[in-house]
């Protein structure tokens, strides 16, 4: 069999994460892992109580003071076609002075990490931090990309990522920001 090219490994499409058949989709979450609004709450809704008994139980014995930003932990996908969620705690934009940019970075370094580490074959990313937390877009989006993209250059797993954009605004960005070098 050939093999993957990077460009291949990497796919965008525009819907709801939800709805993706992929081994893990990621959770754009708040640090208290007890759910919240945005596509977090939409993956709740979907997966079912499963995911919240779990979030409650690692907030419990695990993240007291809650999942800092940056780190990424893994649950059951519950009810979804996707078998795990790996939550995810992105930085709030303050203006871009606060670490922001690596904390996002950190975000899919984490999640990415899981995925190689539990052998994963796809992940889907929501646009982490550009709803409710207020990041730019298109900044988010280069980063989103250039993490994705290091990571995959240097591991074989997970086989394939999937950038998931709710919005028409995000898909333009996600599609330039591919179609850069
Ligand atoms: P954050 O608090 O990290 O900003 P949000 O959930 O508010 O998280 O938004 C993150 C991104 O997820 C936004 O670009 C938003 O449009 C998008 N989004 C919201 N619901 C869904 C969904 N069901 N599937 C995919 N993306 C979604």
């Not at 754009?28 to 779990?54: F, K, T």
């Not at 990490?113 to 992940?123: D, H, L, N, P, W």
């Amino acid at each position: 069999m050939p093999t993957p090219t990077l460009s291949n490994r990497i796919q965008l499409v525009q819907g709801d994460i939800t709805k993706q058949a992929v081994s893990a989709i990621v959770n754009a979450a708040n640090s208290s892992l007890l759910g919240g609004g945005g596509v977090d709450g939409a993956i709740h809704r979907a997966g079912g109580p499963a995911i919240l008994e779990e979030c409650k139980f690692l907030r419990a014995r695990k993240y007291p003071a809650g999942l800092p930003p940056g780190q990424a932990v893994a649950t059951t996908g519950g009810n979804l076609p996707a078998r795990y969620v790996i939550h995810t705690a992105g930085p709030v934009w303050h203006g871009g002075s606060q670490h922001e940019a690596e904390e996002l970075a950190a975000c899919y370094q984490s999640c990415l990490k899981i995925a190689t580490a539990r052998i994963f074959e796809s992940v889907a990313f929501p646009s982490i931090s550009t709803g409710i937390y207020g990041y730019p877009k298109q900044e988010a989006a280069a980063i989103a990309v250039r993490e994705v993209r290091q990571w995959l250059a240097a591991h074989e797993w997970p086989q394939r990522v999937v950038f998931v954009v709710f919005d028409e605004e995000n898909r333009r960005l996600y599609e330039e920001a591919l179609a850069e070098q």
